[in-house]
């Protein structure tokens, strides 16, 4: 477990709810990306609303049939890896901002690991 601590970065993709990669969702394509590469894991937010480049509001409408709200699916790793995958989707993204900041990760269990250290 001691090689998911430390420092490392954080990788932060904006995208919304209807952005595809072919024809499937953009962000349903990055988390298999992230789970074949092996990256150390992904998580994806749903927003309830935002406002993008073009200053457009976004938010959830009862009334509406395609919601097209905001994500942000965040990925915890190494620098190398988070560049490497970086340029990997760079190819899947038409509309997207990137932001990469530091963090330390302090702390990481889970009781998979827990047992098999044990042994």
Do not use: C
């Not at 595809?20 to 953009?26: D, F, G, R, V």
């Not at 915890?76 to 530091?102: C, G, P, R, S, Y």
């Amino acid at each position: 477990m001691k090689k998911y601590l430390g420092k490392k970065k954080i990788l932060r993709i904006y995208i919304d709810t209807t952005d595809k990669y072919n024809t499937e969702a953009l962000w349903e394509v990055i988390l298999a990306e992230v789970k074949r590469i092996g990256l150390s894991g992904a998580t994806v937010f749903k927003g309830i609303a935002g406002i993008g480049a073009f200053s457009e509001i976004r938010s959830f409408k009862v009334w509406s049939l395609a919601q097209e709200l905001p994500l942000i699916i965040e990925i915890i790793d190494d620098e190398q890896k988070i560049k490497n995958f970086i340029e990997h989707i760079d190819v899947m993204l038409d509309n997207a901002l990137m932001t990469i900041t530091d963090t330390e990760v302090i702390r990481y269990k889970h009781k998979k690991f827990t047992q098999e250290e044990d042994k």
